[in-house]
């Protein structure tokens, strides 16, 4: 996210102390519902159960699941400073209860915002983070990223800072950023997306789970005019593998770069009315090229895609602005053999719509994990009446599949 990004973002929330101002609070809400949109296969409304956890302004969570079967949500907070400078804390919860309750909220020796997990089949955990330039603590004078990496459930880390001195080409203190995720892949290696302006873009891979990277293959994006993004291309790219072995990344894209939705107008504005679109690589990522709509609308990104221990596809994403309720919406897909197809029109789970019409986005953020026992746990950040962003986590389950 650019820093001009971010202060728009920030200007919508009100000037916060996190100084003992607010306790934590980890006792669950009464049971509630998902509403479920243009109903096919499923009812109108689930059933729901909703923790609030942190503190206010809170922002952005993520959640993953661990193989000893525990949760874990890292997010983040920030304070403003008068000069416009800011300090963002890394946040970290724990639970053991498949997300019912909730340790201490604990701040980590991490540096970035908007921390995303992934998990290796080894139980290796990273973080993936971009530092903004306004960080009193951003020594390097532009955004750049981390990829913070433990071996231990997360009690202790290593990081690898990714600067533009990382990508071959860019000029000194040019954005850079990375994916969202790191992608084990079939073969055991991993990949990693690292793109430094607009837009010179890298795959790094590696052999050893993440202990070191090759950083040499530049790739190049078809089907999509990487001129105009005006944002690293991989600043939120969601990579998954096919079954017949390609690479799929599912990126937010600036709208007006990506080919206009049939009979919609490419709206103007902020950040919010970016879109998430689909590129393939056959090649073991040398070449991505743009493939055909997914069926989702402007201002819906955040995206994350989670296999369903059924077999089904659920791919959740946050409804930023344009079509209210803004928040996390999830829509079913089934699995290709060359890639996927979701169904944006039927059985559309609104799983977060706290934030008011005449409110802007409370975040969302979207990763989701399904327990043993089927309970589905994703954590977000919404808009309350107050202004503020407010952290919960959502347990909920899906009618047994015909």
Not at 153 to 170: F, H, I, L, N
Not at 189 to 196: Q, T
Not at 218 to 228: H, L, N, P, T, Y
Not at 287 to 312: F, I, K, P, V
Request: with cysteine; glycine share 8%.
């Amino acid at each position: 996210m650019k820093w001009n990004q971010c202060s728009r973002l920030i200007s919508g929330l009100c000037s916060v102390t996190f100084l003992a101002m607010y306790s934590l609070s980890t006792v669950a809400n009464a049971e509630d519902f998902l509403s479920v949109r243009n109903a096919h296969t499923l009812p109108g409304r689930l059933p729901v159960q909703r923790i609030p956890l942190g503190l206010i302004d809170d922002y952005k969570p993520c959640v993953t699941l661990l193989l000893s079967g525990e949760l874990l949500v890292v997010a983040f907070d920030h304070q403003i400073f008068a000069d416009d400078r800011i300090f963002e804390n890394m946040i970290l919860f724990r639970s053991n209860d498949g997300g019912k309750s909730w340790g201490e909220r604990k701040i980590l020796p991490l540096l970035g915002q908007e921390p995303y997990f992934s998990v290796l089949s080894d139980g290796t955990l990273f973080i993936t983070t971009h530092l903004l330039e306004a960080d009193v603590r951003n020594s390097l004078g532009h955004v750049h990223s981390y990829v913070h990496r433990s071996t231990d459930e997360g009690k202790s880390w290593q990081t690898t800072a990714v600067t533009a001195d990382d990508v071959p080409g860019a000029a000194p203190k040019t954005w850079t950023h990375t994916s969202r995720n790191a992608l084990e892949l079939k073969d055991g290696s991993l990949i990693l997306g690292v793109s430094a302006g607009s837009s010179i873009d890298y795959l790094w891979r590696s052999n050893d789970k993440g202990k070191t990277w090759d950083k040499s293959l530049k790739f190049k994006v078809q089907g999509f005019d990487i001129s105009k993004q005006g944002f690293p291309w991989h600043a939120e790219t969601v990579f998954t593998q096919a079954a017949n072995g390609d690479l799929l990344g599912i990126a937010r894209c600036f709208s007006g770069a990506l080919p206009p939705l049939i009979n919609v107008e490419v709206p103007k504005g902020n950040d919010t009315v970016e879109r998430m679109a689909l590129f393939r690589s056959h090649d073991g990522g040398k070449t991505w090229t743009l493939q055909s709509e997914m069926g989702n609308y402007y201002g819906e990104h955040y995206q994350a895609l989670l296999r369903l221990n059924d077999g089904r596809l659920l791919l959740t994403f946050t409804v930023r602005s344009l079509r209210p309720p803004l928040g996390v919406h999830a829509v079913f897909g089934k699995e290709l053999p060359a890639g996927f197809q979701f169904d944006f029109a039927h059985d559309r789970i609104v799983i977060d719509q706290k934030t008011p019409t005449n409110r802007s986005s409370g975040g969302g953020f979207d990763p989701m994990v399904q327990l043993d026992d089927q309970t589905l746990v994703t954590a977000l950040s919404y808009r309350g009446e107050d202004n503020k962003t407010h952290l919960e986590v959502v347990r909920w389950r899906l009618p047994d599949s015909e």
